[in-house]
């Protein structure tokens, strides 16, 4: 059997040298890793067996907190079958989970590192302490952003804010990628014509990784359910 083919999608935090990697092979399988571009260090993270949507993806610009759109399928399940998430990098686990029901919407965006909009319903994980969840709409006359307050004001934001919010794809996506390549599961750093590899990250294979602020065995005892969590029956913790 050939080995999967690896592809590595790169987020940038635009406020320091922080950058998340989401490693995909096979195709429906992703492993997060965050990346300490000063020094080229590496914290391999926790793996997903399910479909993520790389274009609503977004990583805070300070780097500590990610937020993708996924698809599991499971549609009478309170994610109802497709969700998006914050997370803490490298895992996956959710801090904050907003039910779709669909995968015609889905995702979000980082503002700044405090404040964020996400569509889907309420949140049902209720762990993102610090943040701040925006509306987004249509931008109007009176608010060109689109973005509001939970309590229906009109956001502060500056024009960088701005634009970031109004931005089809993800700042964090394409902010440094002029100076860096990735070709077959490799890392290089560019300088002009010279490639210059930095890691290797074909010969990874899954393995269980637990986020160090999961809460779930604080809830429940051994002999009664679990609450339901986003990774169960998908190998990620």
Known sequence: MSAPYVRLHLFFATENDKAVILRQGPSKHYRMILWHRDSDTFEDGQWIKQRVYLDWCDLSPDGGHFIYFTLNGHWSDESKGAYTVISRPPYFTALALFPEGSTWGGGGRFIDTKRYFATGGKDIRGHAKGLSRLQRKAPTKDNASGLWTQKGAPAKVTEREKARALSPISPSM???????????????????????????????????????????????????????????GEGGS
């Not at 599961?185 to 999961?214: H, S």
């Open 174 to 232: 394409d902010f440094q990628l002029d100076r860096y390549d990735t070709m077959g599961g490799k890392l290089y750093r560019r300088n002009g014509d010279d490639l210059r590899l930095i890691r290797d990250f074909t010969d990874m294979t899954f393995e269980p990784v637990r986020a160090p602020y999961d809460t779930r065995e604080e809830r429940g005892s051994d002999d009664a359910p679990k609450p339901w969590h986003p990774l169960d």
